[in-house]
């Protein structure tokens, strides 16, 4: 929500009513097609007519292959934080002004996200030689606004880029996003914007959880919009290196003594979904709740029988790791019931609630020192950057700390498989397979509710829902 909205992508995320949600579907932004060659490299094909913003030092060229080139090799620069977007891309060719060829270094499914990725934006190479980096450049893209140099203390102001290759977008004139920061002890800005919006200063706002409800009690006529997302949320992972979370019974009995379900209704006031909390492409890649809630949760009575099995009938303490939040009652009351729904089937459970540096260090580091953690998950934008990082043995974090070399060969497979079909059924398999193991799930997976003045449109949903 900055200057960022003026530049374009090869490639984005598709969006509208008909998208669905969640989802990871791709369309083309500066490309017109692409194809993926006989030697599995990829050929664009670029829009015809797209001009730069007509603002110096570009002053409205039109624009071409060696563009993107030039963008991406300069995304790539070593050391750079999002250099490895592109570590499965040998390099870049601009085969002729309309067309870009990405030379493949290895098979990577989600190569194509790395381009739509939102850091992945084509800047003009003239703006960069002229003042050598863009922290004090002009801004000067090829997408639908223009920005407006901003003072400090007033809201950033972008205006409709008159020369944009949709011509039918932006729907708007001019945009102003507002920076409402947090003040006195409120530690997120989030009450501060539910004011500002109620008392009509902005027309729009993102309303969590607690908000939503203040929102819904305030009697305010106000129009919502809520957009599922994967790949985000709370997530439970269990450490199947502690002595009793070796054993999967135990590990199944946490799970089918909750009901995420209930929590997310009661808690998070409908804002979320349970999930494995893997990125998808499409809603049909996510397991439904009747298989999942079935087969592995909201089952206490199973869950006192698998754990009077394995501890003779005895209580057994469980260490519940917290990752504490600066704002929002929502993740202590999760919290709460969490602990409630264990003890209420045998667990002893006990809480070590720890600052998110010291949580990140425990769960995520190579010595894991805990037993079941409950958190913000990592943030990850892709498939492959959740399966690879957070649950193969050999990954950034291997949150669970299994060894499992069936799972490792199930997430290695779908790395490399280009057919969505086949992907598609390799990923729900992942999922059930990890729930199988009661290695981790989202408790909730995350949901963004969008307030909004102004009269109803095809993609606003009706206050309330």
Request: negative net charge; proline residues 7%; contains cysteine.
């Amino acid at each position: 929500m900055g200057p960022g909205l003026a530049y374009s992508r090869l490639l984005r995320l598709r969006t509208g009513p008909e998208s669905g949600q969640p989802s990871l579907r791709l369309e083309c932004d500066l490309c017109e097609s692409w194809e993926l060659t006989d030697g599995m490299d990829y050929e664009f094909k670029l829009r015809p007519g797209v001009q730069w913003q007509n603002l110096p030092p570009v002053s409205g060229r039109p624009l071409v292959a060696d563009d993107l080139v030039y963008s991406y090799n300069r995304l790539r620069t070593p050391g750079w934080p999002n250099a490895q977007l592109f570590s499965a891309i040998e390099g870049f060719e601009a085969l002729d002004p309309a067309t870009l060829r990405v030379n493949m270094a290895s098979p990577e499914a989600d190569v194509l996200m790395a381009l739509a990725d939102g850091h992945s934006k084509v800047v003009a190479r003239e703006v960069v030689e002229q003042y050598g980096d863009l922290k004090e450049a002009p801004v000067v893209g090829t997408g639908p606004w223009l920005w407006q140099e901003r003072v400090e203390g007033t809201p950033m102001i972008l205006t409709r880029n008159p020369a944009y290759f949709e011509q039918s977008v932006p729907f708007l004139d001019q945009l102003e996003i507002y920076v409402i920061k947090r003040t006195g002890l409120e530690q997120s800005g989030h009450q501060e914007r539910l004011a500002a919006f109620l008392a009509g200063q902005v027309d729009v706002i993102l309303a969590p959880p607690p908000q939503w409800r203040e929102l819904q009690k305030s009697g305010a006529e106000f129009d919502s919009f809520l957009s599922r997302q994967s790949g985000t949320g709370v997530l439970l992972s269990m450490n199947v290196q502690s002595p009793a979370l070796s054993n999967r019974d135990v590990r199944r009995a946490i799970f089918k003594a909750m009901d995420p379900w209930d929590y997310v209704d009661t808690v998070w006031s409908g804002q979320g979904y349970a999930s494995v909390g893997v990125p998808v492409l499409a809603e049909d890649w996510l397991l439904d709740r009747a298989e999942m809630r079935t087969r592995h949760f909201a089952d206490p009575s199973e869950a006192r029988r698998l754990l009077a099995s394995w501890s003779g009938g005895k209580p057994v303490d469980i260490q519940l790791t917290v990752r504490t939040e600066n704002f929002g009652e929502v993740y202590s009351q999760l919290e709460e019931r969490i602990a409630g729904d264990l003890k209420a089937v045998g667990f002893n459970p006990i809480i070590r609630r720890l600052h998110p540096a010291r949580f990140n260090e425990i769960v995520y580091e190579e010595n894991k020192d805990y037993q079941v953690a409950v958190g913000v998950m990592p943030p990850t934008s892709t498939i492959n950057s959740f399966l690879l990082a957070l649950l193969h043995s050999h990954g950034r974090w291997n949150i669970s700390a299994h060894q499992d070399s069936k799972l490792d060969s199930m997430i290695e497979r779908q790395a490399v498989e280009l057919d969505p079909v086949r992907r598609r059924d390799q990923v729900m398999d992942i999922q059930r397979y990890v729930l199988d193991q009661a290695y981790l799930f989202s408790a909730i997976t995350g949901v963004s509710t969008w307030a909004v003045w102004g009269p109803p449109s095809a993609s606003v949903s009706p206050k309330g829902r």
